[in-house]
């Protein structure tokens, strides 16, 4: 059995930590483009795609820190609800809102890729998608696993099952977690929606060509919280070391997999497992802190 996997642990290189998906005063999100920066450069994040609605949105002469990715999110209604991450974009893709509705995802996904972009496919739980639908995006990079708006405001914002959904047709799409971030702030019984969903890049530089050459190699590991230490593959045996969790799990999209928690409750910073040969075709790992909290490698594949 061979297993492949871009595994950036192993690789040389830094972490740069990123959100690809947030909101400003040019859509409708309650900070504006030049205070959504701030907040991100402040919170320590490396990189930032501001995604306004069918809009591309950015700062004319920016001279912060944090490096801005042009992104922007493009929403259909066309056999259901479809939102699509489009970033690195080089132009707005400027599509008629009338002729938008009647779009199939095939159709953005291939509008974003000729504008130079990339695609992620947005919080498929929130969008009550099936797998019916999400198996039509084939062409994406891979879809928000973790949407920290959507959890924070309707608690729908966890979507490993559609992920597996895809895995399991053996559609390679990698798993992002972002913000989302609309209201930047405190709520009545709702956190602040920014900086509780992200991913951790390697690459060398944190320019915008380095950042996404990685994130399309599958250079990152997404999280709500935790961190993962590393990822090494011994023969076919998979050892994964992170911070404290309370919970570590070897996740297949078929039968199998094994999911590991210290009986007495007790936070644990290491696993490892060996598949089992029979009918596993990949493993990802997701581990859980005790707020719940989690972090999802890359899909490993096996053949
Ligand atoms: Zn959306
Ligand atoms: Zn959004």
Redesign the pocket.
Known sequence: MEITYQNPFQKPGNWYKGNL???TTMSDGKKTPEEVAIRYEKAGYHFLAI?D?NKRTVIPGYQGNILLIPGE?IDITCGGCY?F?AINTKQELGLDPEKRKNMQPQEIITAVRQAGGSVIL??PYWSNETIEMTKLCSGVLGIEVF?H?CYTDWGNGHSMAHWDDMLRLDIKVNGFAVD?A?AYTVRDFQPDDSCGGWIMVKANHCTADEIMTAIRSGDFYAASGPEIHSVTISEEKITVETSPVRSIAFRTPRWGGKRMQNADNKMMTCAEYIPKSSGVRCIRVECTDELGRMAWTNPMWFS
């Open positions: 998906h947030a909101h995604t609605h999110e939102h991450i947005a919080h949407n708006c989302d609309h």
